[in-house]
């Protein structure tokens, strides 16, 4: 029998499981300088296998294990494939960083190191686990794993009370999204007589209501995966909270299985699109996206304001889906498979780009011990490596090319773009708004990320002493320099990955892109026509090097030679200190003035005259207010009620069962012929 | 893609290079003679870059390699944007591999080094600039990119060479949809250049200034380049300006008397401009920075506006 790419998936995902469990027995010391070079290098192969299985049609396999007469069913098709290149490509970045940043870990807390070791490789392996399940069973064994797995990561830190009460708010979060899932499934499963298992539910649709159910019930538990509006509070609490490298685990890769989830019930399980899903979509989507730049410019905690931008990204993926959702269901398939070729780059994108931020986050931390951003400062000077690294990070976040994230936010505007021609003549009108919110979006991103930059590596050290800092040792540097090069390449190369994604689009909407957009060579990006629009990155990274070069060696030509140092000007004020920079609050100002009404903000300005001023500015998230907690003053309030019953007697509960039993009885010879 | 379009893409970043401290001087004139003072000469923004390039250049102590970067990236990224613009003729070869959206991600990156640079040394100012600068940009971005898109969607394509030969194809008619884009790209060429109702370009005042905030530190010829980038920056937005809305005479051909006359008509819509743009900032007076959002959040909406009236319109 001869190796197929879902076997070799299956060997992977059975050595991340075996290694995690070595990792218990094996000292911490060696547990990390080889356990997790091996996990990086079984990512990279699953990276390989994945782009094995881009390449042909969909395997399947059952595995004797589970319940009786429910076996695993695993099937590895061109969306999985692609997910699971996504996964080992950031994976194997991430975990040859991890393998440097535990050091200190592995050092002086052994016993947590090891479990840390067990579940950073078990939540791998779930992820890779969702991607390649074939039933409903197995799938939720895989999220349910991958959502305990990740829980216990984020509470790896569990002395802290914040951090356990972030754990607590995603573990909770998590399983109003399962709970969401189970009935989905089961509406997808009604009247179908089966096994819960994908190939049935393929052959079996829904119609009308129930149909549109079950696409709200996915939405609801993918979309508190994913930290759609409103399910998103838990995604600023818990990401953050976590170790570096599973911060960057979680943001890069498991936000996309939200996505992975969504694109296999909808496109895949579930008929027909109706024309509102996708409006719905993209509105949410849209909102979320604004929702959650707005909030990542006023953050002042440097992994709290990528957190929120990874929300701003789900957003705008989502609204992308939304959009092939639109134009799929109107049978617009070229527009559909432009929007879906957008959406899943951007995935792709958001991986690298996100891992890379999230892991320079982590080395700012780890030297500094130092999350708040009005405390740092200047780090550029110490860290060189890891500023030029997050360089490209943030450049490719904030959307400018030559870099990755632009790609795909100019397919994603191609696709608002591409005169749209639904069979709702109100949502062609509405739909550029979806465009404006998307430039909006993208503008206020980069005032995020210059935020974030300047203050945390520009300027001068607020209050640190850089001289005790130092920078990242080489597997940082490999696992750093990977995410970099990823968004460089990806950035350069659009039309190579855009038919590497032609398989995906072909079998979700039936059309693909990567005919008509490498159609002028590798060099150029054509989505519809050269004459509709074009681009082209390597190119346009080129004339940029020549222009600068130009510059510099026309300047350098008649240079006269004469330059020095010397203390900054600043307009001639001789008593400026590092205090008097912008803080991370100051650099958001602006943004909080102008949105204050949108923001529940609460801030407490000192009076001219108060000789120890204090200033202090919280924002609060609006929604936590009008959603949650009603929610929680409903539960407590139920609590209350329950709470009568109880009274701690041993002889009132034998009466409840008492009683209990005796309605059964009456219930079952009632109804009993 | 002839060498001889190569030339001409190439002769257009050096002449809009040459021009564009020109184009400094001529509004400048006009500003002083409507303020009734005695106006400079023409070429005083060249004598100017003159002597900078020539003087010594002092870098703060606390400046990392990023602030000497910045002002040689900043002035190749104004020169290539200049270059890809249809100035003169719109056969350009490098017009396929950059349309509108990949412009504005250009200049948003000229933008964004700055704004890092201006942080760099850990000043007050530096900061305050850049937070000024990344304020105006984060609704005039937008904004010029829906100009962009409504323009792009009457003419079907994103490429700038064929949004302006698609009106020439259809000769002249007038969009409603135009006009309202064409009041936001007023407003937002007016905040993106430092000009008058949002920035002042001759205050070194710390209410007002944004700017100047942020190269307040260089000197010597890292300011001469960072001028000279920013006078670049004028005469993109108004090449940008009459591509869009004026493209009468923009040619499509390489013949050389039609090359000529676009030349010509070119440097007379600058003229006449240049002037227009004097007296707007004559008349107009400097707003409160808070005021800023208000005006940027309307050009915005207008944008927005012009969209969906040719949606509204067109369908």
Redesign the interface.
């Known amino acids: 029998m001869s190796l197929r790419p879902l076997d070799l998936v299956g060997l992977i995902l059975i050595g991340w499981g075996g290694l995690g469990l070595l990792g218990l027995v094996v000292p911490a010391r060696w547990g990390r300088c080889l356990l997790f070079p091996l996990i990086t290098g079984l990512s990279v192969l699953m990276a390989g296998a994945g782009l094995w299985a881009l390449q042909g049609g969909a395997q399947t396999l059952v595995l004797p294990m589970g319940l009786p007469g429910m076996p695993f069913h695993l099937r590895l098709d061109v969306l999985s494939a692609f997910f699971l290149t996504l996964l080992g490509l950031a994976g194997s970045g991430i975990s040859a960083y991890a393998t440097g940043y535990f050091r200190h870990m592995a050092e002086t807390r052994a016993g947590d190191f090891q479990r840390l070791i067990l579940l950073y490789a078990l939540f791998l392996a779930s992820m890779g686990m969702v991607l390649v399940a074939d039933d409903a069973y197995f799938f939720m064994v895989a999220w349910e794993g991958m959502a305990l797995s990740s829980y216990f990561l984020v509470t790896t830190d569990h002395e802290i009370p914040a951090i356990r009460e972030a754990g607590f708010l995603y573990l909770l979060m998590a399983h109003l999204g399962a709970i969401a899932l189970l009935l989905c499934f089961g509406l997808l499963q009604s009247g179908a007589g089966g096994d819960y298992a994908f190939a049935t539910l393929r052959h079996h649709s829904l119609t009308g209501f129930w149909s549109s159910m079950t696409f709200l019930l996915a939405l609801i538990g993918f979309g508190a995966k994913a930290g759609l509006l409103p399910l998103h509070s838990w995604l600023p609490e818990a990401h953050p909270a976590a170790p570096s490298p599973v911060s960057a685990l979680m943001s890069g890769i498991m936000l996309k299985m939200a996505l992975y989830g969504l694109l296999r019930v909808l496109f895949d399980l579930l008929g027909q699109p109706l024309w509102w899903w996708g409006a719905l979509l993209v509105g949410l989507g849209s909102l979320t996206a604004l929702f959650g730049v707005l909030f990542a410019a006023v953050q002042s905690d440097i992994k709290r304001l990528l957190a929120w931008s990874s929300v701003e990204n789900m957003g705008l993926i989502l609204s992308g889906l939304g959009l092939t959702l639109l134009f799929h269901g109107a049978g617009q398939e070229t527009v559909a498979a432009l929007a879906l070729a957008a959406v899943l780059y951007h995935a792709l994108n958001h991986a690298f780009f996100k891992g890379l931020l999230f892991l320079g986050a982590g080395s700012v931390l780890h030297a500094t011990t130092e999350r708040n951003m009005a405390k740092l400062?200047?780090l550029?000077?110490v860290m060189p490596w890891v500023a030029g690294l997050s360089l490209i990070g943030i450049?490719s976040l904030?959307?400018?090319?030559p870099f990755n994230g632009?790609v795909s936010e100019?397919l994603l505007?191609?696709a608002y773009?591409l005169?749209p021609d639904l069979p709702q003549?109100w949502l062609?009108?509405v739909l550029?708004?979806g465009?404006?919110v998307l430039?909006?979006v993208?503008?206020?991103a980069?005032?995020a990320?210059?935020?974030f930059?300047?203050?945390v590596f520009?300027?001068?050290a607020r209050g640190l002493v850089l001289g005790e800092v130092h920078d990242i040792g080489l597997w940082e540097r490999f696992g750093m320099g990977w995410m970099a090069l990823g968004c460089v390449l990806l950035g350069l190369f659009p039309s190579s990955v855009i038919l590497q994604l032609d398989t995906v689009t072909h079998a979700l909407v039936g059309q693909g892109l990567g005919a008509s957009a490498a159609r002028h060579g590798w060099l150029?990006v054509t989505p519809v026509a050269?004459?509709?629009?074009?681009?082209?990155p390597l190119?346009?990274f080129a004339?940029?090097m020549v222009?600068?070069?130009?510059?510099?060696l026309g300047?350098r030509r008649?240079?006269?030679g004469?330059?020095?140092?010397?203390?900054?000007?600043?307009?001639g004020?001789p008593f400026?200190t590092?205090r008097?920079?912008?803080s991370a609050d100051?650099?958001g100002?602006?943004?909080k003035?102008?949105f204050e009404s949108f923001f529940g903000l609460s801030r407490e300005i000192p009076s001219p005259f108060d000789p120890h001023p204090h200033y202090h500015s919280e924002v609060r998230d609006p929604l936590w207010a009008l959603c949650y907690l009603p929610l929680v003053r409903g539960v407590a309030r139920l609590v209350k009620v329950v709470g009568v019953l109880q009274q701690g007697r041993i002889s009132n509960y034998l009466l409840f069962s008492f009683t209990t039993l005796l309605a059964l009885l009456a219930l079952v010879t009632g109804t009993r012929p | 893609m002839t060498l001889v379009n190569w030339l001409l893409q190439g002769g257009q970043?050096i002449l809009g290079i040459l021009l564009a401290p020109l184009l400094m001087g001529w509004v400048g004139i006009w500003r002083a003679w409507l303020q009734n003072r005695q106006a400079p000469p023409l070429i005083q923004p060249y004598r100017q870059l003159f002597k900078l390039?020539?003087k010594?250049?002092?870098?703060?102590?606390?400046?990392?390699p990023?602030l000497r970067v910045t002002p040689?990236?900043l002035?190749?990224?104004m020169?290539?944007t200049a270059s890809l613009i249809p100035m003169v003729i719109t056969d350009l070869p490098?017009a396929?591999?950059?349309?509108v959206?990949?412009l504005v991600?250009?200049l948003?990156?000229a933008r964004?080094f700055l704004?890092?640079a201006a942080?760099?040394?850990?000043?007050?100012?530096?900061?305050?600039g850049?937070?000024?600068e990344?304020?105006v940009?984060?609704?005039a971005?937008?904004a010029l990119?829906?100009v962009f898109?409504t323009v792009?969607?009457l003419n079907?394509?994103?490429?700038l060479r064929?949004m302006v030969t698609g009106f020439a194809a259809r000769g002249f008619y007038l969009y409603p949809s135009l006009a309202f884009a064409g009041v936001a790209f007023l407003m937002v060429l007016l905040a993106e250049n430092g000009r008058i109702p949002v920035d002042n370009p001759e205050t070194?005042l710390?209410l007002t200034m944004i700017h100047e905030a942020m190269i307040?530190?260089y000197?010597?010829?890292h300011l001469a380049?960072i001028e000279w980038a920013n006078a670049l920056k004028l005469l993109i937005y108004f090449s940008l300006g009459f591509a869009l809305f004026l493209p009468f005479g923009l040619t499509d051909s390489l013949q050389g008397w039609e090359i000529l006359r676009a030349l010509i008509l070119f440097l007379l819509k600058l003229t006449v401009m240049g002037a227009g743009l004097a007296v707007l900032e004559t008349i107009s007076a400097k707003q409160r920075l808070?005021r800023v959002?208000e005006y940027l959040g309307t050009a915005?909406l207008l944008a927005?506006l012009a969209?969906?009236l040719h949606?509204?319109l067109g369908?």
Request: with cysteine; aromatic share 14%; charged share 10%.
């Open positions: 400062g200047g550029i000077r450049l904030a959307g400018l090319p632009f100019w505007l191609q773009l005169r003549p062609n009108m550029p708004l465009a404006a430039a909006l993208g503008a206020l980069g005032f990320m210059v935020k930059y300047g203050i520009l300027g001068q150029w050269a004459s509709r629009a074009s681009y082209s190119i346009l004339v940029i222009s600068v070069g130009l510059t510099f300047v008649f240079f006269h004469r330059w020095r140092r010397a203390p900054a000007w600043d307009c004020y400026q590092a008097m920079q912008d100051g650099f100002q602006p943004i003035q102008i | 970043e390039f020539h010594e250049v002092v870098i703060a102590e606390t400046a990392s990023l040689y990236l002035f190749g990224c020169g290539l490098l396929g591999a950059v349309d959206i990949a991600g250009l948003s990156l964004v704004a890092l942080m760099d040394v850990g000043t007050a100012f530096g900061s305050l850049a937070r000024r990344m304020l940009s984060f609704l971005e937008p990119l829906m898109f792009a969607s079907a394509s994103t490429s064929f070194h710390e307040l530190e000197s010597g010829r380049l808070f959002p915005f927005v969209i969906l949606y509204l369908s």
